[in-house]
Antibody
Framework: QVQLQESGPGLVKPSETLSLNCTVS????????WSWVRQPAGKGLEWIGRFFGTETINYNPSLKRRVTISLDASKNLLSLRLTSVTAADTAVYYCARDGERYFGLDVWGQGTSVTVSS | DIEMTQSPVSLSASVGDRVTISCRAS??????LNWYQQKPGKAPKLLMYGAYTLQSGVPSRFSGGGSGTDFTLTISSLQPEDFATYSCQQTYFIPWTFGQGTKVEIK
């Protein structure tokens, strides 16, 4: 059974870069889209972007200038990098797998809380 | 971006009630609509994809309908474990977008 586990710093200073990892275990990483989604406290979900294979990457245009998603299949590791963070980037960040039908996100990590504050 | 609007934002219901949540897309998304259930402090859980296909393991009291711009999620007989927030998501156009969520509370 596929499991996802996010990791990263819980606190990031404004203007710095947020880096998160997502470890994929119990199943193949190749052949699937892998997404990042975030959720500010008390608010709705926001799709950040996704990665597939070695070249296919889609980003939310609202974050495209600041975000990089990468995947290291040899380490079963999905990564998120968000530059120039502000308080508006404070959220719980989730990694998730895009399912094969209609890209429903069928496997999620437990989420990692990130606060942007000096 | 496609805007997803859910109604109501919250509702109060009793165990055994039939509950319907609506989701409207700002443009045609065919059947590319997914539903999620989220409990406090937990990750969302995929309930349904393609507007009306139940994800494996999801009870049959959940059903979905609609196509184009208007969609519904129905719980035929609300159970104690169903009190949660439900969100719709379109996967027709990138960026994928979510509704703001509908909180189902105990009456």
């Amino acid at each position: 059974q596929v499991q996802l586990q996010e990791s990263g710093p819980g606190l990031v200073k404004p203007s710095e870069t947020l880096s998160l990892n997502c470890t994929v275990s119990g199943g193949p990483i190749n052949g699937y889209f892998w997404s990042w989604v975030r959720q500010p406290a008390g608010k709705g979900l926001e799709w950040i972007g996704r990665f597939f294979g070695t070249e296919t990457i889609n980003y939310n245009p609202s974050l495209k200038r600041r975000v990089t998603i990468s995947l290291d299949a040899s380490k079963n590791l999905l990564s998120l990098r968000l530059t120039s963070v502000t308080a508006a980037d404070t959220a719980v960040y989730y990694c998730a797998r895009d399912g094969e039908r209609y890209f429903g996100l069928d496997v999620w990590g437990q989420g990692t809380s990130v606060t942007v504050s000096s | 971006d496609i805007e997803m609007t859910q109604s109501p934002v919250s509702l109060s219901a009793s165990v055994g009630d039939r509950v319907t949540i609506s989701c409207r897309a700002s443009q045609n998304i065919d059947k590319s609509l997914n539903w999620y259930q989220q409990k406090p402090g937990k990750a969302p859980k995929l309930l349904m994809y393609g507007a009306y296909t139940l994800q494996s393991g999801v009870p049959s009291r959940f059903s979905g309908g609609g196509s184009g711009t208007d969609f519904t999620l129905t719980i035929s007989s609300l159970q104690p474990e169903d009190f949660a927030t439900y969100s719709c998501q379109q996967t027709y156009f990138i960026p994928w977008t979510f509704g703001q969520g509908t909180k189902v509370e105990i009456k």
